[in-house]
């Protein structure tokens, strides 16, 4: 698999960059794969909500509800990582089958176990949860084996996607709740995930996965640290975890600032509007040419997230608030991007799906940490300080990412030898 190379390109490459998108698109061997992995996680984000909502239509309290969907979470964080060396050592169908039947079994068991003791439910959840299908990590190492001259726009898809899920799937809830219930959410939310993984096994892309790469962490599959060897992907997830961390304060600061300004309808409104100013950064991301290293893009990119947040403790009204979420998400989005990139550099052979994945794992641990490290400051400060502590922690973030920017991809070229 060829390792994707630092942009430093000219002028020279700007117009096949600004190509790109349509040509990701139309591209034979990657646009059945996308189509089948928009399908498998358009209920991303379903799920949990109809999680919580279903738990409490059946007369249980917020706590149980709290509960599964803490197992349920739990379980993704904790087994995808290791699901997705399963799909490095053999190959994406095996791991996509298995976890597309799997799936929505278990989702369909928790539904019909609602008069079950909650251990049963959560049982299920947990099962749930650690037979999602590793689609996200699938689709981003087939973008990195496309070689240099997709991976950028094709990442850049994969953060306008992300952004894209985060608004379609509450959206999608509400449309299967004016028709059924939240039980019946859950289900066809299973149903569309275990479609998604099971037609994405099928096509030629996932089944070309079977290379020299999956057969050299046959002979490596001892190797207990796997990805961690990578000593610039180490880094890397260490500044995710604090991008998480962020993300989490805000999933409960934004909120509670709306409410505050007496609009409780509006903070759909402005968490879509948040995610608008990511789909528009990261279709602007996918039509440009690095000018400069990624680590040192990166860098850049994260002063300018911080500078951002800064921006965010000085809004006074839901509509500031709504204008500096729209440009931290269209700022946040290329970092994201640049983020995967350097995700696939660092990325030692054998280990590119569960690199990409713990990425997303780390994130989600960092997110889930920062909800309650939010919550706490918000109960004892209010909002204006939860703000203020977000800026902090991007400060420092920034910082030492500067430091240790061209570390960041340090160990790419060995990497690849296992």
């Given at each position: 698999?060829?390792?994707?190379?630092?942009?430093?390109?000219?002028?020279?490459?700007?117009?096949?960059?600004?190509?790109?998108?349509?040509?990701?698109?139309?591209?034979?061997?990657?646009?059945?794969?996308?189509?089948?992995?928009?399908?498998?996680?358009?209920?991303?984000?379903?799920?949990?909500?109809?999680?919580?909502?279903?738990?409490?239509?059946?007369?249980?309290?917020?706590?149980?509800?709290?509960?599964?969907?803490?197992?349920?979470?739990?379980?993704?964080?904790?087994?995808?990582?290791?699901?997705?060396?399963?799909?490095?050592?053999?190959?994406?169908?095996?791991?996509?089958?298995?976890?597309?039947?799997?799936?929505?079994?278990?989702?369909?068991?928790?539904?019909?176990?609602?008069?079950?003791?909650?251990?049963?439910?959560?049982?299920?959840?947990?099962?749930?949860?650690?037979?999602?299908?590793?689609?996200?990590?699938?689709?981003?190492?087939?973008?990195?084996?496309?070689?240099?001259?997709?991976?950028?726009?094709?990442?850049?898809?994969?953060?306008?996607?992300?952004?894209?899920?985060?608004?379609?799937?509450?959206?999608?809830?509400?449309?299967?709740?004016?028709?059924?219930?939240?039980?019946?959410?859950?289900?066809?939310?299973?149903?569309?995930?275990?479609?998604?993984?099971?037609?994405?096994?099928?096509?030629g892309a996932a089944r070309s996965t079977r290379t020299p790469q999956a057969?050299?962490?046959?002979?490596?599959?001892?190797?207990?640290?796997?990805?961690?060897?990578?000593?610039?992907?180490?880094?890397?997830?260490?500044?995710?975890?604090?991008?998480?961390?962020?993300?989490?304060?805000?999933?409960?600061?934004?909120?509670?600032?709306?409410?505050?300004?007496?609009?409780?309808?509006?903070?759909?409104?402005?968490?879509?509007?948040?995610?608008?100013?990511?789909?528009?950064?990261?279709?602007?991301?996918?039509?440009?040419?690095?000018?400069?290293?990624?680590?040192?893009?990166?860098?850049?990119?994260?002063?300018?997230?911080?500078?951002?947040?800064?921006?965010?403790?000085?809004?006074?009204?839901?509509?500031?608030?709504?204008?500096?979420?729209?440009?931290?998400?269209?700022?946040?989005?290329?970092?994201?991007?640049?983020?995967?990139?350097?995700?696939?550099?660092?990325?030692?052979?054998?280990?590119?799906?569960?690199?990409?994945?713990?990425?997303?794992?780390?994130?989600?641990?960092?997110?889930?940490?920062?909800?309650?490290?939010?919550?706490?400051?918000?109960?004892?400060?209010?909002?204006?300080?939860?703000?203020?502590?977000?800026?902090?922690?991007?400060?420092?973030?920034?910082?030492?990412?500067?430091?240790?920017?061209?570390?960041?991809?340090?160990?790419?070229?060995?990497?690849?030898?296992?």
């Amino acid at each position: 698999m060829s390792q994707p190379t630092t942009r430093n390109a000219g002028p020279s490459v700007e117009a096949p960059a600004k190509r790109s998108l349509v040509t990701a698109l139309h591209d034979r061997t990657m646009r059945v794969p996308l189509l089948w992995s928009v399908v498998g996680r358009l209920p991303l984000y379903l799920v949990g909500i109809a999680l919580v909502v279903s738990t409490a239509s059946r007369d249980a309290n917020y706590l149980s509800a709290g509960l599964l969907l803490a197992g349920y979470t739990l379980g993704i964080a904790v087994v995808a990582p290791f699901v997705a060396r399963r799909v490095d050592r053999y190959g994406q169908p095996p791991v996509l089958l298995v976890t597309g039947v799997t799936y929505p079994l278990a989702l369909t068991g928790f539904v019909y176990a609602d008069h079950a003791p909650l251990a049963t439910q959560l049982a299920c959840i947990v099962v749930a949860g650690a037979a999602n299908p590793p689609i996200s990590g699938c689709i981003r190492s087939l973008w990195r084996a496309s070689g240099s001259s997709l991976e950028q726009v094709g990442l850049s898809i994969e953060a306008v996607l992300g952004e894209v899920f985060r608004i379609s799937g509450p959206l999608l809830l509400s449309v299967l709740l004016f028709w059924a219930d939240a039980a019946t959410a859950l289900v066809v939310g299973g149903l569309l995930a275990g479609a998604g993984a099971i037609g994405f096994a099928t096509t030629g892309a996932a089944r070309s996965t079977r290379t020299p790469q999956a057969r050299h962490a046959d002979s490596d599959r001892r190797d207990r640290l796997g990805a961690f060897r990578s000593a610039g992907l180490v880094r890397l997830l260490a500044v995710l975890v604090s991008f998480g961390v962020a993300l989490g304060i805000y999933n409960v600061a934004v909120p509670a600032f709306v409410q505050d300004h007496g609009a409780d309808q509006d903070v759909g409104l402005i968490f879509g509007v948040w995610g608008v100013g990511g789909i528009i950064g990261g279709l602007w991301y996918g039509r440009h040419t690095l000018r400069r290293s990624t680590e040192a893009a990166f860098a850049t990119g994260t002063l300018a997230m911080c500078a951002c947040t800064a921006l965010v403790t000085l809004a006074w009204d839901n509509w500031s608030l709504g204008v500096v979420l729209l440009l931290l998400g269209a700022v946040t989005a290329p970092v994201t991007v640049i983020s995967y990139q350097l995700v696939s550099r660092t990325a030692r052979t054998g280990y590119v799906t569960e690199a990409f994945t713990w990425a997303i794992t780390v994130s989600l641990g960092g997110s889930a940490l920062g909800s309650q490290i939010g919550g706490l400051v918000l109960d004892a400060f209010g909002t204006g300080a939860a703000f203020v502590g977000v800026a902090v922690v991007m400060l420092l973030v920034a910082t030492g990412v500067y430091v240790v920017r061209h570390r960041l991809a340090e160990p790419a070229a060995t990497a690849s030898t296992g």
